[in-house]
């Protein structure tokens, strides 16, 4: 609109609802989900203004319910990729020229389908095809994802709003142009909320992109295409396409027009990645933008001060809520001998209070692990571990894929700080605690920052005051979240922008104007009022 400088309307968190037993929002979400269930979705991917469908086809099923069929999708060829980039850059023009207020617009629409009209769907799809108990579907495909496109407006508007001092006879303006190129966005299994959010940050400032959601994610990545379009989001903005992920990406990274990458997911893709990207890096117009949140092996440590209780509850939410499987879970436990008896004797009857099993059904704190290679992931090393003297399983171990992939919450305890599960991410419902003398309070925090290789999350708990500087200042470089009693997990939008350091990630926090600066390139334009007009200074006499 011209003529009209405008504010957007003011963010907060949107509301978690409760799903209580007899609740509205319950009776809406479960009978989506009988619905889903019971029909037969086909998936096209999406590219340009058309939806598109290829000779691959692939199957989708419930990690709960591994043999009911819920639909199927479509895979890319190469030449669906090469015309998700030319679709995507053909919009480029009209999209980075549309005024942000109207971009803006678009996802504040959004924001608002998702907590309305599509909550039920987005929930129960996520419920459905990635197997979380409502709760966590709630907190995720409904609140976080409404949140970062709400936040996100907010923080491009502030990132507009800032611009360079002026002196006398002088205006100086910014641009927050978008890349020039496309961004490839590519998306994890675990968060609907970051699948939405990866195509749709780089989006909003006006960039241009071709999105590669995770396989087992493309139930809700689905919704979320839809409700974008349903916000009036243009054709060839966002570009969806499935498949091999090693095809679609070097396709992608061969290109010159290739800006940025926006990668959620493990590690050791990354930087398969990020190789390959440089060693591509003379073809490009322009250096593209990394950012990518990665794994974690997130901790948990207890002083002796600790109360045992508030230390086991951590851990029970922290490690087994969707199963382990966030990439903030804790799963290296630090327990002061002291006291490790009563929190595991907490743990002891909090694990055998919980049921696990399909997310339909309320009472299940646990479903199943997502797909058939983390079962036999899991399955490996908890098998191991019964066979190794340095560890042992005191709580959990079994497992069973007879109806879904279901492994039970399981703690070990282990005499070894450096043993495999306390350095490794496993991303599942396992979690291994070391029993520290409480004398080597300072030597364990510095035990903490020399074990695994990420840097994303960490706790600790204590009631000592100077204990708990200790350890702010010793895990300073441990965690790009750090938490004081409190769980690990969890991070909301607005409040604790996320991400890590080390090998978890460029740490670029997701959801907050620090993100959203990866996505532009910056003009600065300088206009004299009265250019000069003789080159002499005064110094010259
Ligand atoms: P993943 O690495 O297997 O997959 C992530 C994405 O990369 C998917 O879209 C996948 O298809 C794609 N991919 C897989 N192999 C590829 C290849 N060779 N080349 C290009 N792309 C490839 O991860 P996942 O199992 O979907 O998610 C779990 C991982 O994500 C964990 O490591 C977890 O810690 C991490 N994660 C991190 C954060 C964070 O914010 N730090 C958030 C969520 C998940």
């Not at 043999?67 to 679709?87: M, P």
């Not at 990635?130 to 936040?151: G, H, M, N, P, V």
């Not at 901790?299 to 382990?324: C, D, W």
Request: with cysteine; hydrophobic share 35%.
């Amino acid at each position: 609109m011209a003529n009209s400088l405008t504010s957007v309307p003011y963010p907060s968190n949107e509301p978690i609802k409760s799903y209580a037993p007899g609740s509205v929002e319950k009776k809406e979400v479960l009978s989506t989900y009988k619905n889903l269930y019971n029909t037969s979705i086909e998936i096209k991917m999406r590219i340009g203004n058309k939806d598109v469908k290829s000779d691959n086809k692939a199957s989708i099923y419930p990690p709960h319910d591994n043999k009911h069929k819920i639909g199927f999708y479509y895979r890319s060829d190469k030449k669906h990729i090469e015309q998700a980039i030319k679709s995507a850059l053909e919009s480029r023009e009209k999209w980075c020229k549309m005024p942000w207020e109207s971009r803006a617009a678009i996802f504040l629409k959004a924001a608002d389908l998702v907590a309305g009209p599509f909550r039920a769907k987005i929930n129960a799809a996520t419920m459905l095809a990635q197997s979380k108990t409502i709760f966590q579907a709630e907190i995720d495909a409904a609140c976080e994802l409404i949140d970062f496109l709400r936040f996100n407006v907010q923080y491009m508007q502030e990132i507009y709003t800032n611009q360079p001092n002026n002196s006398p006879g002088i205006w100086n303006k910014i641009s927050y142009r978008p890349l020039e190129g496309f961004v490839y966005a590519v998306s994890p299994f675990n968060f609907t909320a970051i699948a939405g959010n990866l195509p749709a940050s780089a989006a909003m400032m006006g960039n241009v992109v071709v999105w590669k959601p995770s396989d087992y994610q493309i139930y809700s990545a689905k919704i979320l295409m839809d409700i974008f379009r349903e916000a009036g989001l243009p054709d060839g903005v966002i570009n969806m396409v499935f498949g091999d992920p090693e095809m679609i990406t070097n396709t992608i990274l061969e290109n010159s027009n290739f800006s940025g990458i926006h990668f959620t997911g493990s590690t050791k893709v990354f930087k398969d990645i990020w190789k390959k990207i440089g060693n591509n890096i003379d073809y490009y117009k322009t250096y593209p933008r990394i950012v990518g949140e990665t794994g974690g092996k997130d901790f948990i440590i207890a002083h002796p001060s600790a109360k045992p209780a508030e230390v086991a509850t951590a851990i029970t939410r922290g490690a087994f809520e969707f199963q382990g499987q966030k990439c903030s879970a804790a799963s290296r436990v630090y327990l002061p001998k002291s006291m490790s008896e009563k929190v595991i004797s907490h743990l002891k009857s909090d694990l055998n209070s919980i049921s696990m099993g399909s997310p339909e059904d309320f009472k299940n704190f646990v479903t199943a692990v997502i797909h058939k290679d983390a079962y036999d992931r899991l399955v490996k090393v908890i098998e191991k571990i019964k066979k190794d003297t340095d560890a042992e399983i005191i709580l959990g171990g079994g497992y069973d894929d007879s109806k879904g992939y279901f492994i039970e919450p399981t703690v070990v305890i282990t005499t070894n700080p450096k043993y495999d599960t306390m350095e490794r991410e496993l991303f599942g419902p396992l979690v291994t605690v070391y029993i520290y003398p409480d004398e080597l309070w300072g030597e364990t925090l510095k035990l903490i920052d020399q074990t695994s290789e990420y840097a994303l999350t960490g706790a600790v708990y204590s009631q000592d005051r100077y204990a708990l500087e200790d350890a702010v200042n010793i895990l300073e470089n441990c965690a790009g979240n750090f938490y004081i009693n409190d769980k690990p997990t969890g991070a909301v939008v607005g409040q604790q922008p996320f991400g890590g350091a080390r090998g978890s990630g460029t740490n670029d926090k997701a959801g907050s104007s620090i993100n959203l600066l990866r996505w532009v390139s910056p003009r600065l334009i300088k206009e004299t009022f009265i250019p000069a007009s003789n080159y002499r200074y005064p110094f010259l006499g």
